[in-house]
């Protein structure tokens, strides 16, 4: 098993980043232009570095690199009332550590992986889910800096994942191998998200910035491999365009054509299946998908047909554009990203609570990060967290009003509940200008969780009245009992006579 966050090793800095909270429009259009012998060896030297391990200062050395090199003003200077978004959310701090039962298969049958789901936080993890890219390996080195390995597939392993604070889960899935897959070396490279959009091992939307790594090798003895993309012809508006770089920027209200090439390597026409999505930001919720569009192309006998696509119309700051074509049951997939400059965005990073359950007269947190893109700060925005029981009532809520950076900035609250609350729902809702842009409901049970966290209160000597029953539930139960206590009064008083 591979554990390394990249296999490549400049995009580092990339994975480093982004954890560092720069938002990703704020970097140059390609990775050399900061990944290289041009970098100062005070920055290298932290690049190397367990990101897990880095200081404050060190952090804060990074995050001024970056957004000097990427040619951003991005403020430096938190806003009053905020704090390191870092201090409680952590990149990285989930691992999916699974392997393939065997290290060889052939195609058409399916390959097993097993495995666990480990949770390194103080927390825990509610509505995760593990998404995996299939890889086909290439040997050619510059081709892999450059635009990395050969996606072959990509699809949720699981979803509706719940991980306890500092806990561990069992994982296990199945691929199917394609008929047509040629022989070769493969690696399934794993993700970890929660509500489909926040990144706790891996970025989904990249082919380098990957998370826990498998790998098996496929024996086919098929002679011709199938139509495939050719990974390093994919141009946009004319200039190349690179997988493992930064992504690149275009004005906001630019048609962007994307452009590449189909290769047939055989001495037979063939037909594909070629799918365009274009979604906001990432491909991971169907709500983000902005058009698609399906079509049939022929490539003829050994020929490198080139295709191309206009991308018009957005949603917000980041376009992801996902290209699949199929060949019988084997899949070619590029998965293009860039940047629309001046459409200023803010988005939510990870809500969540420090510590579970909610403990009377304990103190607890609640946070949640928050960046923007395309601009130094981004004023009137508010963000509200709000802690709810099972009937509706309001446990705590903390509203955040003021600016919105767009290196990633931090809020939090805290608080000391009146009771216990081992069943509770953290509602997370971002306004700009008085509109909702984000809104997410995070359903904590700890029957779910842990049920040895379930806090039991003593009613009337009836144990197992949890909180978050309610007086509702109390009332509906005793309104049971009562009736059954008077006829049995009723029963004993007529035997006596």
């Not at 998404?131 to 290439?138: D, E, G, L, N, T």
Request: aromatic share 10%; proline share 4%.
């Amino acid at each position: 098993m591979d554990t390394s966050l990249t296999r490549i090793g400049y995009v580092f800095s990339f994975a480093l980043a982004f954890s560092l909270g720069i938002a990703l429009s704020s970097f140059p259009v390609h990775a050399a232009d900061t990944a290289s012998s041009d970098i100062p060896s005070d920055i290298s030297t932290l690049l190397q570095k367990d990101p897990t391990t880095l200081t404050d200062e060190e952090q804060q050395k990074l995050s001024e690199y970056f957004s000097t090199a990427s040619g951003s003003n991005v403020a430096t200077t938190a806003p009053e009332g905020t704090v390191n978004c870092f201090d409680y959310y952590t990149f990285g701090s989930v691992q999916v550590d699974v392997n393939p039962l065997i290290s060889q298969t052939v195609p058409g049958v399916p390959i097993t992986f097993s495995g666990t789901i480990k949770n390194q936080n103080p927390y825990p993890l509610i509505g995760g889910s593990v998404y995996a890219k299939v890889f086909r390996k290439s040997t050619n080195a510059s081709s892999v800096q450059v635009d990395g390995y050969d996606v072959v597939d990509q699809f949720f392993v699981e979803e509706g994942i719940t991980v306890a604070a500092n806990g561990s889960v069992p994982l296990s899935f199945d691929w199917t191998v394609p008929r047509n897959a040629p022989s070769g070396d493969y690696q399934v490279a794993f993700f970890f998200v929660t509500a489909k959009r926040f990144n706790l091992l891996g970025l989904s939307f990249t082919d380098d910035v990957v998370g826990n790594q498998a790998n098996f090798s496929i024996t086919s003895d098929a002679t011709v491999a199938p139509v495939a993309f050719d990974k390093g012809s994919v141009l946009l508006n004319g200039t190349a365009f690179h997988f493992a770089a930064f992504p690149p920027h275009f004005q906001k209200d630019d048609t962007v054509k994307a452009e590449m090439v189909l290769v047939n390597p055989s001495k037979e026409d063939r037909t594909v299946s070629v799918s365009w999505k274009q979604y906001d930001w990432d491909g991971l919720r169907q709500e983000n998908l902005v058009t698609e569009k399906t079509e049939a192309i022929l490539v003829k006998a050994n020929e490198k047909k080139s295709i191309s696509y206009e991308t018009k119309e957005y949603k917000g700051a980041v376009t992801y554009l996902v290209v699949e074509a199929r060949d019988g049951a084997s899949k070619s997939i590029l998965d293009i990203r860039f940047v629309r400059d001046d459409v200023e965005q803010v988005r939510m990073n990870f809500p969540g609570i420090m510590s579970f359950p909610l403990k009377a007269v304990e103190e607890n947190t609640v946070f949640s990060c928050i960046h923007a893109t395309n601009s130094d700060i981004v004023n009137g925005t508010e963000l509200t967290l709000e802690l709810k029981d099972t009937d509706g009532k309001v446990i705590h809520t903390y509203d955040y009003q003021g600016g919105i950076t767009g290196n990633m900035m931090g809020v939090k609250d805290t608080f000391i509940p009146e009771k216990d609350y081992g069943r509770f729902t953290l509602s997370a809702t971002l306004k700009k200008d008085g509109k909702v842009v984000e809104a997410l409901d995070q359903n904590y049970d700890c029957q779910n969780i842990d049920p040895s966290l379930c806090p039991v209160e003593t009613v009337s000597g009836l144990q197992s009245i949890t909180e978050g029953s309610g007086t509702k539930h109390l009332l509906l139960i005793l309104s049971t009992l009562l009736p059954i206590a008077v006829l049995g009064w009723y029963v004993v008083k007529k035997l006596k006579r």
